[in-house]
């Protein structure tokens, strides 16, 4: 829950609009500011004044409620707020404090939710509803006053030991024992009809106890009836004694009221005859000869005085302006020329199509980048040559390695043969001739292969030769290299392919669009883009070029308008008869002239307003009709006084002339009408006693028929009492079994201390500057700490006062976040977390010194982000560190009080 905005009407001296951030919100100002009442209508906006807060002291003195009604008697007592609560829906809280009534609507939609918010009697519960938490449960750990560091204490301590001790088991009581006091309360209420929340189980309000209590108040008020009645009718008598005595009474005080009323009234037409004489003189006070100006022509002359200083400030301006544009215009008429001789050498057909703009430049990159391809993959080299050339060398060795493998396969077998022929011969001679023979065959067998191992030999060179002319060291290089040469050749093919096929395009595509001619499409690309280039920027020095003119023809036109102006401000003056060459003599010679006339209209409406007075005073009817009225009245006044006697007339007669003195004509109209009223309601209420008096007697002749019998009611009043007492006794039955089962059930729970503890360690070595690292709080929250130099536990109370008010500043942000956890002090999913129940924190730095302040001033940041905190303070060093460490910080400024008129005045004097 958070306060988006609030309306004061009035509270105190407190009033206007105030708007809080969803974090933190600062509220500073001076003293007497109203720093403080707003922190009280904050909290009066949730839980309003109890019964005891609207009454007045036995010793007289005022009560809260009573002290802060609105210093400005003509404010309303009462303030308007907007607040969202848990789930997101905006309330509109509607307060009237002076009623002490209370109305919620839903913003948005506009339903009427006042009845979730009203308790018993005047009592307003919406803090209860949107906090879940009590009224001094929030003031004690929420709402900190001025100068109020300290732990809670009181009545609410007890309740928020119970409420934190209910937490440790996820915020409620067990299952079982809150089902058990349920049944428990619910057979109570339902079968003995007891009210679980009165504080000693006292009758429902319409449950079957209830009943039988009205019964037997129903049987004693007819047993008392019945035993009362005979006295009753000799009252009845007694009192038509009573009502005759008091109709004589009010007969005199009838008389007495028309004897006052025809005072007045004598009183009221002296008044009036007075009123219309003095209304007389001040229309007769009308000037001779006033004045006057035809109508409109003081505005008229206004406007033209401020339009002709416009006109005259905007003609400098613009002549200023149209100086510096003719010197920028000289420099872009040159840069135009220069820029169209350009254009005409680049383009000597004329400016080309821009359409075509993106696919030529696209166009012309693909072309430069095939050509680097073509370039980088095939290079010229003074070894290998370029691609062509290496694979076609290579094919040529590897034919001629072919030829020459072959040959050396022929040369091999033919040694064999000649060696094979030559062994055969001879062994064929050594048979048939002899060894000779044979030898000299063997001989010619070696020759031969000698012969064919020589020629292996010349082909095995040249081979060598062949792959080193080749630069491969084998014939399996030699076919690798063809294939990567071979490979190399096709890729180059495919992009000179590309290539053409680029420059046709890109050739096509410039004829399309009109580019320059020329042999080289790149080059005719290149010349189209700077021509387009050039086009751009010889339009766009045209557009300048305009702007110059339009800037001069505004000058032009801003000196028509001045010297109109001048024109038409002199027409004006001369409707007034001032007819003056110099303008601003003129101007004060009008101005002399309208204060007169502006006197000589006052003058005359004030007449005519006394005539239009004086007119519906008499009503038309001359002073004399006044005068004959007046002495009427008089007249009827004496013969009341002569028949009734003077004793009322006469002080009548003297608060009349006291009233004709002091009072308005008005006030003593408002009297007359008042004891014509009251006379009337007398004169009924005579009337009404007559009528009263003769239904007496009717009522004893209708007593005496209806007379019950004594004895059946007390046999009944028995029963009653016997039935009640069984009652009793059940329900004290049902109320001690319900004492001990909670009882039992916060025997269960876990200690609410450890989590405090652990609360306060978290924060306490920080924002006390390391000195302070453990902490221990008691059932009745209480804090010790554990003192650094001797490690012993040490209460708080005996610290200083300003590490006292850090600790206990420090607890109470830890019990708002455990109160949280059990109000369900949730979320929606993906929204911002925030806290239940917002801080309202009046100055609580005030003892802090420059180290721990620092710490205290981002502990109440951090816990901003959390939930809504309004911080009141009166340091502005306090709002600047705030400020500095939450951007997002909302700052509300109060302004000084005024002082009274009487006191600034002689302050005023003693300042002299």
Known sequence: MRFIAVECEGFGRLHGRFEFAPGLTVVTGPNEAGKSTLHELLYRLLYGFQAQERRRGKDGRLSPWEARRPWDAGCRYGAVALIADRAGRELRVEWDFEKHRVRVLDARTGTDLSKHFRGKGRDVVLGNFLLGLGREEFRQVCCLAQGDVDPPSGAAVKELGERLRALVESGSESGSVAAAVERLERAARERLGVDRRSRDWGPLSGGRWDRLLARERQVLAELERAETERAAVAALVLDLAELDQRRERLAASVEDERQRHLALRVAQASARLDRARALAERAAARPERPVALPSGLTERVARLVAELENAERAHQESEERARRERERGSLLETELDQRQRELAAVAPD??????????????????????????????????????????????????????????????????????????????????????????AGALVAGAAAALALRRRAQVRRAIA??????????????????????AELAARERSEQLLASDEQELARCLDEHG??????????????????????RIAALRAELARVHEVTAAAERASTRCEQARSALAAALAEAGIADRDLRAAIRRFDEVREQAERDARAVELAERAGAELR??????????????????????DEHVARWGARVAEAAQATARNAHRAEALADLERRVDEVARRLAQREAQLAE??????????EIEARERQLPD????????????????????????????????????????REFAPRLNEALARVLPRITGGRYRRAFVAEDLAVAVEAPETGAVVSAEQLSRGTRDQIYLVERLAIARLLDEQAGGGVARGAQPRGRAPLLLDDPFDRFDALRLAAGLEQIVAEARERQIVLFAEERSHVDALCRLDPGCRVIELPAPELPGRQRAEEGEEAG
């Not at 094979?420 to 023979?437: D, E, Q």
């Not at 030769?465 to 071979?486: I, K, Q």
């Not at 006693?689 to 009717?698: A, I, V």
Request: proline share 4%; with cysteine; glycine share 6%.
């Open 710 to 749: 004594p004895a059946d009611l007390r046999a009944e009043l028995a029963a009653i009492a016997e039935e009640c007492r069984t009652i009793e006794l059940r329900r004290d039955a049902i109320r001690l079994a319900i004492v001990e089962l909670r009882t039992a059930a916060a025997q269960a729970h």
């Open 350 to 439: 004329g400016e080309p199509s821009a359409a075509g703009r993106k696919r030529v430049a696209e166009l012309a990159a693909r072309v430069e980048a095939r050509r680097r391809e073509v370039a980088e993959a095939d290079p010229a080299s003074a070894a290998g040559g370029t691609a062509r050339a290496r694979a076609e060398r290579l094919r040529a060795a590897r034919e001629h390695l072919r030829d020459l493998e072959r040959s050396a396969q022929i040369a091999a077998r033919g040694a064999l043969f000649a060696i094979l022929a030559a062994l055969g011969s001879g062994l064929a001679l050594a048979v048939a001739v002899g060894t000779a023979a044979a030898i």
């Open 616 to 637: 519906a005073l008499t009503a038309g009817r001359p002073l004399a009709d006044l005068e004959r009225e007046r002495a009427a009245l008089a007249r009827e006044l």
């Open 465 to 486: 030769r062949t792959l080193g002319e080749a630069g491969v060291a084998s014939p399996a290089l030699l076919e690798d290299e063809l294939v990567a040469a071979e």
């Open 515 to 536: 580019a320059p001619a020329g042999p080289e499409p790149l080059a005719r690309a290149h010349a189209y883009l700077r021509a387009l280039e050039l086009a751009e």
């Open 689 to 698: 006693l007559e009528r009263r008096r003769h239904g007496l007697e009717r």
